[in-house]
């Protein structure tokens, strides 16, 4: 396999990157895969097959059927045949990843992207740690998208995605999503 190391100096690689680049992520339109670290790198197989290598925000993402099949068809469309999708989960997605083109999308998008995630990098085992879920105190430091303010409640842990947690501002009552740290 020949890698795609940033930069790629194979023009061809570069051509893909910027195809597979632009696919949508299924659930969050504002961003591209490449936008969500979910991109994680294209090869060259030995007979020419262009292997995309992708990492889920978790395990079980429902997404990643449809983020496999519209690479796919975004390489197809952009002229590249045999295309092979590999799924890739280690080191495990973290927030970390996502691009700052990506964070202001979503802020464009009046969702709160995450903060600095805490936890493993690379490599090991990934730690589970149980504990109580939040409540309307540890959500103090969330800025209210509509209005600035930084006194905001969670009312749910879950949203329209699993990624995704529900607020309020104390100060202009307007609800709003959180991208959240993992």
């Known amino acids: 396999m020949v890698s795609a190391a940033a930069p790629v100096s194979d ?3 570069r051509a893909a990157w910027e195809a597979a680049g632009r696919v949508p992520d299924p659930e969050l339109p504002m961003l591209s895969l490449h936008d969500l670290g979910v991109l994680r790198d294209l090869a060259y197989e030995e007979d020419g097959t262009l292997v995309v290598s992708l990492t889920p925000t978790y395990s ?9 099949a519209a690479t796919v068809r ?10 092979r999708v590999r799924t890739v989960l280690d080191p495990p997605w973290t927030t970390d990843w996502m691009t700052e083109e990506g964070r202001a999308a979503l802020a464009a998008h009046h969702i709160v992207p995450p903060g600095p995630a805490s936890g ?11 504990s109580p879920t939040r409540h309307a105190d540890d959500a103090a ?4 998208p509509q209005c600035g303010a930084d006194d905001a409640e969670e009312l749910s842990r879950f949203s329209a995605t699993s990624c995704r947690s529900l607020h309020r501002c104390r100060a202009c009552g307007e609800p709003f999503e959180r991208f959240k740290e993992i």
């Open 11 to 13: 023009p061809r690689l």
């Open 74 to 83: 975004a390489l197809n469309g952009a002229g590249f045949g045999a295309v």
């Open 60 to 68: 079980g993402c429902p997404a990643m059927a449809e983020m496999r």
């Open 120 to 130: 493993p990098r690379r490599g090991g085992p990934v730690p589970l740690s149980l």
């Open 141 to 144: 430091a969330v800025r209210c």
